[in-house]
């Protein structure tokens, strides 16, 4: 069937690893989601795509990547569409600290120069953090480390090649979900919201932040897929007033916890995650 979740084994695709750092990303989280995942599906779609850790385990022969952060988008399209161009621009660039603040001052217009620019900083950036300022101009530090290797070739290339089987949509979450049919698997992964624990929680990923009334109607979004029998995953930090907006319709996995987001390494949180899913 198109869209069978493949297992690993030399007569499936290789799951790859991701190409990008993301804050929030669900590396770690895999096994737990792979489990819970249905043993076929139509596509996966998955409106906050990030660091797209579950496509890229899952190698889906259909999928929908949508993320609201245009350089995310314009970074996999090219990754996608110009892969010789970009990965000969990545690979020729150091470790630098000054290289890295003139990328970040530098406002590029090309799609591959743009492309090569979020690249450096991801990998660079301080724990993967991708934070804009109200004027939509990224602000984070560099990270604490200089790594001799960057990426290698064979990871890019193979990251390149799975992103052919996905659609790639720069939107709200509203309208990729609109894309949805009956047979999808749509995985849900928005960003915790600001104050969650400590204080640690984020929601700039662009000029327009994830707030309190987004994961209001996130909620309402999937309840409405749920009675049009779409079959969702969703992972949330374990806050009640998150959880009980899906009660109704979902069931509901503690997976143990994570650091959320701080700025201050010594008050970095703890905080219980969920994965929710809408079938048996």
């Known amino acids: 069937m198109v869209g069978e979740r493949r297992s690993r084994g030399p007569q499936h695709l290789v799951p790859v690893r991701p190409v990008l750092r993301w804050a929030g990303g669900k590396r770690r989280l895999i096994e737990s989601l792979l489990a819970l995942l249905p043993s076929s599906y139509e596509r996966l ?20 990547l949508g993320d609201s952060n245009p350089e995310l988008i314009n970074f996999y399209e090219v990754l996608a569409d110009h892969t010789d161009a970009l990965v ?3 690979l020729s660039l150091k470790a630098s600290r000054p290289k890295y603040y003139e990328f970040r001052r530098a406002k590029p217009r090309s799609q ?17 953090l991708y934070r804009v300022n109200r ?24 990251a390149a090649k799975a992103l ?23 995985y849900l992964d928005p960003p915790y919201p600001k104050g969650s624990r400590t204080g640690s929680g984020f929601n700039r990923y662009t000029a327009a932040p994830f707030t309190a009334a987004d994961h209001e109607r996130l909620a309402r979004r999937a309840a409405s897929l749920h009675e049009e029998g779409v079959r969702v995953v969703v992972s949330l930090a374990a806050l009640d007033p998150l959880v009980s907006l899906y009660a109704k319709a979902f069931s509901i996995l503690c997976v143990g916890s994570s650091s959320l987001i701080s700025c201050n390494g010594h008050t970095r949180g703890r905080a219980k995650e969920m994965i929710l899913k809408n079938y048996d």
Not at 138 to 150: A, C, E, K, M, S
């Open 164 to 186: 052919k089987s996905a659609a790639l949509v720069c939107s709200d979450f509203e309208q990729t979900l609109a894309k949805c049919a009956s047979g999808d698997l749509v």
């Open 112 to 128: 591959v120069s743009r492309a090569v620019r979020f690249a450096y900083l991801n990998r660079l950036c301080w724990n993967g």
């Open 135 to 158: 004027q939509g101009a990224f602000n984070v530090p560099i990270g604490d480390r200089l790594p001799n290797h960057l990426w290698t070739r064979q990871q890019l290339e193979m």
């Open 45 to 64: 779609i998955e409106p906050f795509a990030g660091s797209a850790a579950l496509f890229f385990a899952c190698r889906p022969t259909k999928a929908v």
């Open 88 to 90: 000969e621009g990545l």
